[in-house]
T-cell receptor
């Protein structure tokens, strides 16, 4: 059973457009929600992360929106570029010292020039 | 900046053989995590160590074992390899909870991975 559900599985966006990826979680003990970007053959790299005490966090073209009551969070990539083409994973962990990340199933983003 | 180092990067083994994967965390990082990523799958947590002690355990098969050494590097030992063990194995490192600022999660930095192929 996937504890963190991610959609869509794949996404095609035109250059300059907005990419939106959604995640939902069940475990209310999760209180740290990072997004990772992974290129083929490479390790995941942290993009941006949020804690549930804020509803939105923005870093450059990347924004996380967080809805604690709905147990949902999303990644928005503004002005998407071909270099953003990668697989994006949302993740969650418990900030209790046991910090294993539980990943979503991933979204393969393709930004067309 | 120094990153997580994993070796080997690629490994080919036969069924029932053993394999050892190594991970060298970012300097000063004392927590190491191991993840397994099957083809087209998300990374699955296997096991983690903090200050050389196992801190959490995920879906690690009994055929696998791991440890963290005094220099904080970690090794994942895999025995009786099966075809289904073919995957990318990632190591990640972070600062331990006692060092992190209260209420601030420390980032896990991932290595480039070891691609294991079991024939």
């Amino acid at each position: 059973q996937q504890q963190v559900k991610q959609s869509p599985q794949s996404l095609i966006v035109q250059k300059g457009g907005i990419s939106i990826i959604n995640c939902a979680y069940e475990n209310t003990a999760f209180d740290y929600f990072p997004w990772y970007q992974q290129f083929p053959g490479k390790g995941p790299a942290l993009l941006i992360a949020i804690r549930p005490d804020v509803s939105e966090k923005k870093e450059g073209r990347f924004t996380i929106s967080f809805n604690k009551s709905a147990k949902q969070f999303s990644l928005h990539i503004m002005d998407s570029q071909p270099g953003d083409s990668a697989t994006y994973f949302c993740a969650a962990s418990m900030d209790t010292g046991r910090r294993a990340l539980t990943f979503g199933s991933g979204t393969r983003l393709q930004v067309q020039p | 900046a120094a990153g997580v180092i994993q070796s080997p990067r690629h490994l080919i083994k036969e069924k029932r053989e053993t394999a050892t994967l190594k991970c060298y965390p970012i300097p000063r990082h004392d927590t190491v995590y191991w993840y397994q990523q099957g083809p087209g799958q998300d990374p699955q947590f296997l096991i983690s160590f903090y200050e050389k002690m196992q801190s959490d355990k995920g879906s690690i098969p009994d055929r696998f074992s791991a440890q963290q050494f005094s220099d904080y590097h970690s090794e994942l030992n895999m025995s009786s390899l099966e075809l289904g063990d073919s995957a990318l194995y990632f190591c990640a490192s972070s600062l331990g909870p006692e060092i992190s600022i209260a209420g601030v999660q420390e980032t896990q930095y991932f290595g480039p991975g070891t691609r294991l192929l079991v024939l």
